[in-house]
């Protein structure tokens, strides 16, 4: 079963922060409503962080949809990354050829990519 919700916070910054929390089996059958939680996040707030301890599985929709998320922060001007994950996250991006070593072409410099791989071995923050 997947669950999804948003919580608001500030930055260190004083941007406005939408965390959301991702937690169960993240797939097809719920990325439309993935999405409008995403759209609904970027619109609350300046910086979103995906929480998603919680994930026991995410498909390749999902992978497809926070790229798309990510994408859509970078032309607002505004920040979407991974405040967690697991290694089920990081195991589906691996899989899906996801995996990054340097910046994407979409990535304009104010943020990473979300699929820069070796973060998230390093304390579990970045897929």
């Known amino acids: 079963m997947f669950h999804c919700e948003i919580s608001p916070g500030e930055s260190a910054e004083g941007r406005t922060r939408q965390i959301v929390k991702l937690t169960g089996r993240a797939t097809i059958n719920d990325v439309g409503r993935g999405k409008e939680l995403l759209l609904n996040a970027l ?55 996801f995996c990054r070593r340097q910046q994407c072409r979409a990535a304009q410099g104010t943020t990473d990519c979300l699929w820069i791989c070796g973060r998230s071995q390093q304390g579990g923050r970045d897929a």
């Open 43 to 97: 619109e609350l707030g300046d910086e979103v962080l995906i929480d998603g301890m919680g994930l026991n599985d995410i498909d390749f929709s999902w992978l497809q949809l926070l790229c798309a998320a990510h994408r859509t922060a970078e032309s607002r001007g505004k920040r979407l990354s991974f405040h967690s994950t697991t290694p089920v996250v990081v195991e589906a991006v691996e899989a899906a050829g």
